[in-house]
């Protein structure tokens, strides 16, 4: 069984910055895709960013370009999503999925997640 815990979320005001970790457990880290995702009140959780088991691709979503960067520490089993320039619109409980098969974008293709943690961006 994987164990997923994500961390770092808070509360910043819009142009801040947060760091988010997600730490997973239980089979060799090194063999899981990883991504971010992330779920605002009323809406549907979406794809945030990606990154492929030796960290060599990364793939974002449009709306965070240029502000967000997703990278991994095999060694320390740890993924980090890395936001900046951070925008009210940001507001989500942001989550961690891990992936143990082929490389995709799909929510719905994620095996294992975390119970997620909460990024508030103030006006």
């Known amino acids: 069984q994987v164990h997923v815990v994500e961390s770092g979320g808070g509360l910043v005001q819009a142009g801040g910055s947060l760091r988010l970790a997600c730490v997973a457990s239980g089979r060799t880290f090194g063999t899981y895709h990883m991504g971010w995702f992330r779920q605002a009140p009323g809406k549907e959780r979406e794809f945030v960013a990606a990154?492929?088991?030796?960290?060599?691709?990364?793939d974002y979503a449009d709306f965070v370009k240029g502000r967000f960067t997703i990278s991994r520490d095999n060694a320390k089993n740890t993924a980090y999503l890395q936001m900046n320039s951070l925008k009210p619109e940001d507001t989500a409980v942001y989550y961690c999925g891990l992936r143990s098969t082929d490389w995709t974008l799909r929510r719905s293709a994620y095996d294992y997640w975390g119970q997620g943690t909460q990024v508030t961006v103030s006006s």
């Open positions: 990154i492929s088991r030796s960290g060599s691709t990364t």
